[in-house]
């Protein structure tokens, strides 16, 4: 019994040395290798918050199927009035030879609104248009590229990479197109008895530099915080309001290819 007792004391003793020497000997990571797990951790944050925000044409997306499909409806309204065919005879005008062509082959396209300026950095005079389409019975935002010929349709052939996305000042219901056609539907009574609409009157649909026009207010508004004054000409402004000074402002980005979404300006007079 003694001799017993002995050895269980001894396998006792054993088990209590294996135990703090275990514990005294914690798990050593090396230096190196958790700077490498910081490192990676830091790129692939960084390049999550690197990777840019596209916007997608309320009228395209499936998750605003349903709200552009009520807004077609009341468009598809005011155009059997004949009341964007109106401004499209007038506008069509003052179209170039090259651009007259173009929407004579076209004829689906009605302008509602159209601007000058050097949109794509080429030193030309590009232009910009507010067309109704009527086969799918929305609005749409076109480009005419002066130096290379071409007409470009914003969100189809042209991205909108949307600065404004992360920020906690950005509020808008649909894409710059929704909310323009938004605000047309809101004017019928003024555009039944008027040679006008919003975008037409006081060039409120125009190429500025928002730095230096004190329509906008660059500390009020939902300004990115990336974007320097100094690159802020040639911004393509469009209203969204025919009553508030609203809009939502877009630069083209010549290196990126894309349009930037950087300057919205949503509150009263």
């Keep these: 019994m003694n001799l017993q007792t002995t050895f ?8 209590v040395s294996c135990q703090q020497i275990t514990q005294s000997n914690p798990r050593v990571i090396s230096t190196k290798d958790s700077a490498v797990d910081h490192q990676n951790q830091q790129i692939t944050e960084s390049r999550h918050a690197l990777t840019p925000v596209f916007d997608t044409s309320t009228y395209s997306n499936p998750q605003t199927e349903e709200m552009a499909s009520q807004q077609r409806q009341q468009l598809t309204k005011l155009a059997d009035a004949g009341l964007f065919e109106k401004f499209d005879l007038k506008l069509r005008a003052d179209l170039g ?7 004579e082959h076209h004829a689906y396209l009605h302008i509602l ?10 030193k030309a005079n590009d232009v910009a248009y507010i067309v109704y389409e009527t086969g799918k019975h929305q609005i749409e935002i076109l480009f005419f590229d002066q130096k290379n010929k071409l007409f470009k349709t914003l969100y189809r052939d042209i991205q909108v990479s949307n600065l404004l996305r992360q920020s906690d000042c950005y509020y808008a219901n649909g894409t710059v197109d929704y ?3 938004a605000e ?17 009157d006081e060039n409120a649909f125009s190429i500025e530099n928002i730095s230096t026009n004190n ?8 300004l990115s915080k990336d974007f320097s004054t100094d690159k802020m000409s040639n911004t393509l402004c469009m209203p969204t309001s025919s009553v508030y000074a609203n809009y939502q402002c877009l630069k083209y980005n010549k290196a990126k290819a894309v349009f930037e979404l950087y300057f919205s300006q949503e509150f009263a007079d």
């Design 184 to 200: 047309l539907i809101y004017q019928e009574d003024y555009i039944r008895s008027s040679q006008s609409n919003y975008l037409m």
């Design 97 to 103: 030879e090259d651009q007259k062509d173009y929407f």
């Design 179 to 181: 909310s323009i056609a």
């Design 8 to 15: 269980l004391s001894i396998l006792l003793l054993g088990l």
């Design 113 to 122: 609104a159209q601007t000058k300026g050097d949109i794509f950095g080429n």
């Design 215 to 222: 329509r906008f207010d660059l500390k009020r508004g939902c």
